[in-house]
């Protein structure tokens, strides 16, 4: 017989009998998963009743898986930022405005009078900085008690900053039992930058041990102009009498020896009050710089020191700068602090004013000072007459009701102090 030849009928029942094949393949593959699945989950529920049993609820074993998963979900949920930036942002967002309005005022409390004078001005005003100044002669002691009364009256968690003038030379407003009598910054300028590092040092111990937390020093200007005809700095030796170079590399070394001791400074009087004639304390006549430049060398050593040491704060001066803003005094010119100091030269932090009841500002109304040096960019208004504070708390207050944008600054102004607080712990 001779041999059957697949043809194309037997190729069509190959390819059905494989196609059943393969159904039924399938078939048994999914009842064999659907049968594993089943086992698994009844081996789960078995190992959970058996679990619960020899672990019922409240049992060390089962706290202590409580307690894991609770780790985990603490683990995976999302961290506050506790940087000291962070955290003045929450506190401010919970103070009233008048609160925050109070953040932004430094008073005055002179020698021989009493703290209890400023108990109210602290606890119902919400003043947050106080500014120590006279001829307090009585030592370390007696400013100590001043302080600490002063530091009672504020709020338990946000202490104020206590600033004090301690200069050298002939601006040294706290002196007696317990505190060096500290040479000029003339002299101090003739002192390498590692002396005078150490003994800034010494200096701001003291003035921790009388509970002052920021030295409004040092001077930072160059002296442009003969030193006699230059009032308010080179006839007072105030400044470190150096190039510009010279007097930023002195600033940093006190600003570092100050903090060294746990003190913050305050660096002075931005732009330079080194090449005018009148000095701004007693005077409105002057006080207009018609040499220094943006860019320059006197602004530019300012700019070192804020990039070598960021200091606590910056002193605005009450002089009115001619080739930089001649339409306001540097405390009150946005072109000044908004568009150089902050933008340009980096500074994030406390811009202070020199004091607001100064003769140069004697024209303008108490209550518009404190307004115009925030408007302004800047943050804390300094006051060297007690009958100013009223007014410029006042000003500022009646401000920001009425002006949403001016509260605005007055918030953010209040963030950059109380971040300042926070970075040296008198918040928390």
Known sequence: ?????????????????????????????????IAMIATIAGLGLVWVRVHNTANPAGSPQSATTASHLDTLRRSAAPQPDITPAAKAKRTVAAMSMEERVGQLVMAPLNAGTDPSSLAST??????????????????VASVRQATDALQSYAPANIKLLMTTDQEGGLVQHLQGSGFSTMPSA?????????????????????LAQA??????????????????????IGALNRDFGLDAAGNAAHASAFVLGMRDSGVATSIKHYPSLGSVTGNTDFTADGILDTTTVLDGDVVNAFGTVITDTQPAMVM?????????????????SPTIIDGYLRARQGYQGVVTSDSLSAAALGGISPDQLGVRLVEAGGDLACIGAADYVTPILDGLNAKATTDAAFAAKV??????????????????
């Open 211 to 232: 509970g002052i937390n920021v030295d409004l020093a040092p001077v930072v200007g160059t002296v442009t102009v003969p030193r006699a005809s230059n009032a308010p």
């Open 186 to 206: 003339v002299e101090q300028g003739r002192m390498s930058t590692d002396q005078l590092r150490q003994s800034a040092a010494v200096w701001g111990n003291q």
């Open 122 to 139: 602290i606890r119902d005003r919400h003043v947050g900085s106080v500014l120590i100044i006279g001829n307090w002669n009585n030592g």
């Open 316 to 332: 605005m001066s009450l002089a009115t700068y001619q080739a930089i803003d001649a339409s306001a005094p540097a405390a009150f």
């Open 1 to 33: 017989m001779g041999t059957l030849e697949e043809g194309p009928f037997m190729t069509t029942v190959s390819t059905a009998r494989d196609r059943r094949i393969t159904r039924a393949l399938r078939i048994i593959a999914a009842l064999t998963a």
């Open 411 to 428: 918030t953010r102004s209040a963030e950059r102090v109380l971040t300042l607080k926070y970075q040296m712990g008198l918040a928390h």
